[in-house]
Every structure is written in structure tokens, then in C-alpha cells.
């Protein structure tokens, strides 16, 4: 009983540290793909709803800096509670990973 809460909250406290940045098509998956689809496209029931925007479209891409895509992940959207903050969640090595993820969405041309 002991030992199974000890493993449990050592594999939650230790989750976050132990993801690193090739990691980040898998925390996608987990965290993000719900809501932004597999490919950042939002073609989501909630991506339908909340009409999240197209992170394929070379124009969004080129809109989107860095540090604002940063600072939408890591502190919500000021536009829509549905996008939370994950600083919390995140390591920032996290943040940066998904930022670079989300930069292979793009779409080629
Ligand atoms: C519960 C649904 C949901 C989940 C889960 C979610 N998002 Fe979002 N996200 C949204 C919505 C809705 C918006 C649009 C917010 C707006 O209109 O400003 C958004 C916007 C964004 C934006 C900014 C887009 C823009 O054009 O400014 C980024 C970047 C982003 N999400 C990244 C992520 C990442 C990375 C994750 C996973 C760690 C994630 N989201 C998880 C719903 C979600």
C-alpha cells in the first residue's frame, strides 16, 4: 500500500523533469492533440467551437512569434479561458520544446 503511494508520487513529482525536448511530440499528444489536433490544423470539436486557429497556415506561422506562442502556452490565452496556462505543469524546457514543435506544423508550400 506504502510502497504504491510512494512509486505513484515519485512518477508524478518526477514526469516533468524526466521529459525532455524530443519529447515534445509526446507531451503534444498528451496535452495539446485534444483540443489543436495531431497536426496544430484544430480540426477538433473544440477546435470547431472555440475556432482555434490553423497552426499549419504559413501566414499564422509568420504572425506568431516565438515568445508570444511562448507566453500563450505558458500563461493562457488572454482571449479564451479554454487555453490554460501550463507554466505550472511545464518545465520551461517544456515550453521551448512545444514551441519548437509547433513550428514543424507549418505547412510546405
Ligand atoms: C481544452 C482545449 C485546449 C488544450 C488542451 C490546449 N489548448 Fe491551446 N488553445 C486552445 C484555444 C481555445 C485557443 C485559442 C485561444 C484564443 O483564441 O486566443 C488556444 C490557443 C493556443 C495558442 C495560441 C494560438 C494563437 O493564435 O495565438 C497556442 C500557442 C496554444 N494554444 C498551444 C497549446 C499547447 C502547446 C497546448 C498543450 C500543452 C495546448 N495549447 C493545449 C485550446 C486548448
Not at 505558458?74 to 501550463?86: E, Q
Request: contains cysteine.
Amino acid at each position: 500500500m506504502t510502497s504504491r503511494w510512494c512509486l505513484l508520487s515519485t512518477l508524478l513529482l518526477c514526469a516533468p523533469a524526466l521529459a525532455r525536448a524530443e519529447d515534445a511530440a509526446a507531451l503534444w499528444d498528451k496535452s495539446c492533440k485534444n483540443c489543436h489536433g495531431p497536426d496544430g490544423r484544430a480540426q477538433t470539436r473544440m477546435g470547431q467551437k472555440e475556432s482555434i486557429p490553423d497552426m499549419s497556415r504559413a501566414a499564422w506561422q509568420k504572425a506568431e512569434s516565438d515568445t508570444e506562442l511562448r507566453d500563450v502556452i505558458a500563461n493562457g490565452s488572454p482571449h479564451n479561458p479554454k487555453m490554460k496556462a501550463y507554466k505550472d505543469r511545464l518545465t520551461p524546457e517544456q515550453l521551448d520544446a512545444l514551441v519548437r514543435y509547433i513550428r514543424t506544423f507549418k505547412a510546405k508550400e
